[in-house]
């Protein structure tokens, strides 16, 4: 697919005459959703609005097989199975899921990366407060991704006590992925089950479970081209078993009586009352999108683009990108910061031209406080950002830096 013809899919980019209205930058926030997303869930609130998996008519049964549909395409998607897929509001949700469901004793110790979104530090740190669980925090290498040998020494230091590592797929920060292959291998020999936040990973490149043999795995739908309010848990089938589910009602059981309940299979028994049937619906038209497109080519664009506007900013002394130089390395994501400009008023300056990036801390404050930097201007791209977008960027910021 060429440019004019990605884009075509895309209401929003579609309604600009020019990129000088509008260019989005801020993909790593959220994406634009294309029109097969949009239709599917305005066919759903026009066609067959009413409830799935319970009521036995018609309609009912449109709905129970789209979302079967999209639960096939998910499992499909990162190479998992269909029973091993939750769906729930979002990344956020699917973390605190599993922090809620481990059976925490005192003294288990929780490992993240020091890159955390807050989305994957702070459940670990209030479990901490509440049940004297540990929380520790594995630097990064030189490379900006997680040290593999901290992380084994954190192992053997805690040995036996590591229940859970923690860490994301690719940082939201700096767009660096971690080895999340490694991390896995390292963490099962030291019987530590593993959660990887792919809320930014998936996005933007292809993800097996059972290659990277990890145990839970947590994303968004707004991230991949599909409705807000969408995420996914993955979990291995004999650890959902496990788990009791952190909300119970409607849709859960089988049967119940005044003084017991006879809980559903997984993964229905985690998804408890009446379901947001569009956004799944919408999710499933995001993964064809995604799969249409394929992984290779959003590699490549990232890569085109990410290198564009690098060498740009590798060419300016007062800039300082965040994470390694090598836009290879970083996905989509171009973060960095000015010396002596405040990140929030280039932001508005360069959104005074119509052009889009998020500024400030980016949800990972502590990484920011660590290093004592105030904040950040993050540039992240997906496959429908074009060149042409990026050298208006570039000029735009060009321009600014004068002038601050
Ligand atoms: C790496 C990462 N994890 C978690 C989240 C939280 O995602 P959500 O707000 O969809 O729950 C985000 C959102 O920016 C993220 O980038």
Not at 227 to 237: C, D, E, I, N, Q
Not at 261 to 285: K, S
Request: charged share 25%; hydrophobic share 40%; aromatic share 10%.
């Amino acid at each position: 697919m060429n440019d004019s013809s990605i884009q075509s899919n895309f209401p929003t980019l579609n309604k600009r005459k020019s990129i000088e209205e509008f260019v989005y930058f801020d993909n790593a926030c959220t994406t634009l959703r294309p029109k097969s997303v949009i239709n599917a869930m305005n066919k759903y609130y026009e066609e067959y609005s009413v409830c799935g998996e319970r009521s036995l008519h018609k309609l009912g049964k449109m709905v129970s097989d789209k979302v079967h549909e999209t639960r096939s395409l998910v499992a499909r998607l990162i190479d998992a199975r269909k029973e091993e897929i939750v769906f729930t509001r979002n990344t956020t949700e699917s973390i605190n899921f599993v922090a809620y469901s481990i059976d925490w004793k005192k003294g288990d110790v929780v490992l993240t990366s020091d890159k955390e979104h807050n989305s994957n530090l702070l459940p670990w740190i209030r479990l901490s407060a509440k049940l004297g669980t540990v929380h520790a925090v594995v630097k990064s290498d030189s490379n900006g991704s997680i040290d593999l040998l901290y992380l084994k020494e954190l192992l053997e230091k805690y040995n036996g006590k590591v229940k859970l590592v923690a860490v994301t797929l690719s940082s939201n920060l700096d767009g660096i992925t971690n080895p999340v292959l490694e991390i896995a291998r390292l963490g099962h020999r030291y019987g530590a089950l593993i959660l990887v936040d792919a809320a930014q990973g998936l996005p933007h490149q292809s993800v097996s479970v059972k290659k990277f043999d990890v145990d839970f795995l947590a994303f968004s739908g707004h991230k991949m081209l599909g409705p807000s309010g969408t995420g996914v848990l993955y979990g291995k089938k004999k650890l959902l078993e496990e788990f009791e589910p952190f909300m119970i009602g409607g849709g859960t059981v089988v049967k119940s009586t005044y003084n017991s309940y006879c809980l559903e299979n997984i993964p229905e028994r985690f998804e408890a009352g009446l379901q947001d049937y569009a956004g799944i619906i919408g999710l499933g038209e995001a993964v064809k999108f995604i799969q249409k497109v394929g992984y290779k080519e959003i590699a490549r664009r990232d890569l085109e683009l990410n290198k564009y506007i690098t060498d740009y900013l590798c060419s300016i002394e007062r800039v300082h990108i965040i994470g390694a130089n090598e836009p290879e390395k970083r996905g989509g994501i171009i973060s960095f910061y000015v010396d002596g400009a405040d990140s929030h008023m280039i932001a508005l300056m360069l959104d005074e031209a119509n052009i889009m990036v998020r500024s400030g801390q980016l949800c990972v404050h502590s990484w920011f406080s660590d290093k004592d930097i105030q904040g950040a201007i993050r540039v992240s791209a997906y496959f429908y950002n074009t060149l042409e977008e990026a050298e208006y960027f570039t000029k735009t910021l060009s321009n600014i830096l004068k002038a601050v």
